[in-house]
Each structure stands twice: as C-alpha cells, then as structure tokens.
C-alpha cells in the first residue's frame, strides 16, 4: 500500500500558493500547460491543482475500495509527479515572467484611419510606379553593361516595393470591407 498522505499535503500547499499567483499575477494571455499534461486548457493555476487534487482523490477512493492495480497506481503518480513538477516551475518562473515586456495592446484604429492609410499606399503605389517606369526607359538607353546592371537593380528593387505596396492595399481594403460588413 502506497502512502499518499504526502502527495497530499504537497498538493495543499500548492493549492494555496496558486490561488496567491492568481490574485497577484491574473489570467495568463495563453493556457499555461499542454493538453497531454492537464485536460484543461487553463490560463490560470489554481484550476491545475484542482485537477491534481482531483486526480489524487480518485487514486484514494481506489486504493480503500482496494481496486488500485500497481500498473495503474504507477502511471497516474508518474502523471501527478509531472503535473506537480509543471505547476512548481511555473512558480519558479514567476520572476522572470514579470519581468517579461508586456505585448502591446493594440489600439484599434477608426475607419477613417485605415482608409487614410489606404490612400497613402495608393500614392506611394502611383509614384512607385511612375518611377519604374522612368527607370525601364533609363534601362533602355542605357549604354555600358555596369550602367545596365545598376538600372536593373533599380528597376528590381522598385518592383519589390511596389509588390509590397499592393500587398497592404489588399490587406487594408478586406479590413474595411470587413468592418463595412460588421456594421
């Protein structure tokens, strides 16, 4: 017979130190562990301890009721020690995950901000292409194979800016498109 009582006040303890970082810290922006390490996918801990708890306590009831197989009894400790293990490193980190930057919340940007936005990129789209064209004459009167060289580098370099441009034109007019839809 395996003495659990150990786990037990282990388990205690942690349910008490995870209800403490989840009333200083709050909910993380992603859940905190994998699925194959705990069902829930929770961005907090307090729900992770539950669940070992939970465990533990379907393990006692087994082993009183004299149902617990020693297969069985090894692979769920094996899973507990993991959990206990996860939530224990993630105590640890708590240091350094305050001291992470914060990502940037981002602000939302009023419609008539995406369609200057748009506007802009279609100037700089007319202009790009005004000058490519400039440069594709260049390129044709071009003389000595360096002039050449350097005016198909222009010329390339221009094309890419001006694929980057229709690029964000597209984006910015599905986002007003779909703001327009959304009311």
């Given amino acids: 017979m395996i003495d659990l009582s150990r786990l ?17 810290r709050g909910e993380a922006q992603r859940p905190l562990f994998d699925q194959q390490l705990f ?17 533990l306590a379907t393990l006692q009831k087994e082993q009183q009721a004299g149902r617990l197989l020693p297969e069985r009894t090894q692979h769920v400790c ?14 640890a980190t708590q240091q350094i995950r305050k001291n992470e930057p914060k990502q940037a919340v981002s602000k939302r940007r009023s419609i008539n901000e995406i369609y200057q936005d748009l506007n802009q990129h279609r100037d700089w789209e007319r202009r790009l292409k005004s000058m490519l064209r400039d ?3 260049l390129l044709n009167r071009c003389g000595s194979q360096f ?12 094309e890419g800016r001006i694929s980057r ?9 599905e986002e007003i498109n779909r703001r327009e839809r959304k009311g």
Wanted: proline share 1%.
């Fill in 8 to 24: 037990q006040t282990l388990i205690e303890q942690l349910q008490h130190q995870a209800a403490e970082t989840d009333r200083v």
């Fill in 39 to 55: 069902r829930h996918r929770s961005k907090l801990l307090t729900p992770c301890v539950t669940e070992i708890a939970q465990e």
């Fill in 78 to 91: 094996e899973k507990l020690i993991a959990q206990i293990h996860a939530v224990q490193r993630e105590f």
């Fill in 135 to 137: 440069k594709e004459t």
């Fill in 147 to 158: 002039e050449q060289q350097q005016s198909q580098k222009e010329v390339l370099v221009l």
């Fill in 165 to 173: 441009c229709q690029t964000a034109i597209v984006k910015l007019e």
